[in-house]
Nanobody
Framework: QVQLVESGGGLVQAGGSLRLSCAAS????????MGWFRQAPGKEREFVGA????????VYADSVKGRFTISRDNTKNTVYLQMNSLNVEDTAVYYC???????????????????WGRGTQVTVSS
């Protein structure tokens, strides 16, 4: 069992930055690839990006590539989402998720992920 708690959300102006954190319980954090997803009001939840369990490989949605960066610190059981050049379309609840995955390339599909956090709200104002 893995419990995930996101933090770092808030209100930011367009063009600004935020860093989200996701803290995981348990002693097997480095067995899981970690993903970030988001859900905007009235929309389906969508993939943002993910990082392999070693931290050696990341994948991103086209909409955030070049603006968002995922990293992890396996000594702290934490994964991060650095978000730069935010725009109003990035407004959403952001979720982290854990995938018991040994593949080099992290998964992009929700059904691959075994555990989910409750989310943190990010609001970007114009």
């Amino acid at each position: 069992q893995v419990q995930l708690v996101e933090s770092g959300g808030g209100l930011v102006q367009a063009g600004g930055s935020l860093r989200l954190s996701c803290a995981a319980s348990g002693r097997t954090f480095n067995s899981y690839a970690m993903g970030w997803f988001r859900q905007a009001p009235g929309k389906e939840r969508e993939f943002v990006g993910a990082i392999a369990r070693s931290g050696g490989n990341t994948v991103y949605a086209d909409s955030v590539k070049g603006r968002f960066t995922i990293s992890r610190d396996n000594t702290k059981n934490t994964v991060y989402l650095q978000m730069n050049s935010l725009n109003v379309e990035d407004t959403a609840v952001y979720y982290c998720a854990a995938d018991y995955n040994s593949d080099w390339t992290p998964h992009r599909q929700e059904f691959e992920y075994d555990y989910w956090g409750r989310g943190t709200q990010v609001t970007v104002s114009s």
